[in-house]
Each structure stands twice: as structure tokens, then as C-alpha cells.
């Protein structure tokens, strides 16, 4: 069993930061790529941003310069920095991992349980 935690989402104002976490635990060797995504009222969820094991980061257009992804491999968390928000960063945030099993069991995907993140004045 694999258990993921995310914590940080809240109501800022535009211009405004976060940082969101999302932590691991439970039957986990190791985590291989993570990332973070979001869903917008009556959108479809899309990829925010990802970072492999090894560092390397990808981003959603619209965050690049804004948004930092980042990872603690000792702590098994994965960070996301969201700086100058916009009303249009509105979302529920979920954390995505592939988790490595322990035994030589394979990967697992898994998701957490979202976190709001509202940008308002």
C-alpha cells in the first residue's frame, strides 16, 4: 500500500505564492518520475509540470517562469512553487507519482487526493 499526503493549496491573492508538497509513504522503493497536475471547473485535467528522478523538468507553457517543481528523493516529496499567481491558476492540484515497488514488483502509479488552490482578490 501506498499512501500520498499533499498539503499547501489556499486562497492567495493574484501576484501571490504557494508551495504545494506531496508526500509518499508506505510500500515504496523508490519514486520515479512525479508530477503535479490540475483540474479546473469544467476542464479537463492537465499536466502541470514533471521532474524525473535524475532532475530533469518539464512544464505547462503557461507556468514556465512562474512555477518551480523540485523533489526531496530522501523524503520521498515532491514540492511545487508557484509564484505570481493568476486568477486563471484557479484548480484543484493533484500530485502524481510512479512508484518503484520494493521486491521486484514493477511500477505503480498514484494519485493523491487533491489540494484547492484558488487565486482571488
Known amino acids: 500500500q501506498v499512501q500520498l499526503v499533499e498539503s499547501g493549496g489556499d486562497l492567495v491573492q493574484p501576484g501571490g505564492s504557494l508551495r504545494l508538497s506531496c508526500t509518499a509513504s508506505?510500500?515504496?522503493?523508490?519514486?520515479?518520475?512525479v508530477a503535479w497536475y490540475r483540474q479546473a471547473p469544467g476542464k479537463q485535467r492537465e499536466l502541470v509540470a514533471d521532474?524525473?528522478?535524475?532532475?530533469?523538468?518539464k512544464y505547462e507553457d503557461s507556468v514556465k517562469g512562474r512555477f518551480t517543481i523540485s523533489r526531496d528523493n530522501a523524503k520521498n516529496t515532491v514540492y511545487l512553487q508557484m509564484n505570481s499567481l493568476k486568477p486563471e491558476d484557479t484548480a484543484v492540484y493533484y500530485c502524481?507519482?510512479?512508484?518503484?515497488?520494493?521486491w521486484g514488483q514493477g511500477t505503480q502509479s498514484y494519485w493523491g487526493q487533491g489540494t484547492q488552490v484558488t487565486v482571488s482578490s
Open positions: 502524481n507519482v510512479l512508484v518503484v515497488l520494493p
Open positions: 508506505g510500500s515504496i522503493f523508490s519514486l520515479n518520475t
Open positions: 521532474i524525473t528522478r535524475g532532475g530533469s523538468t
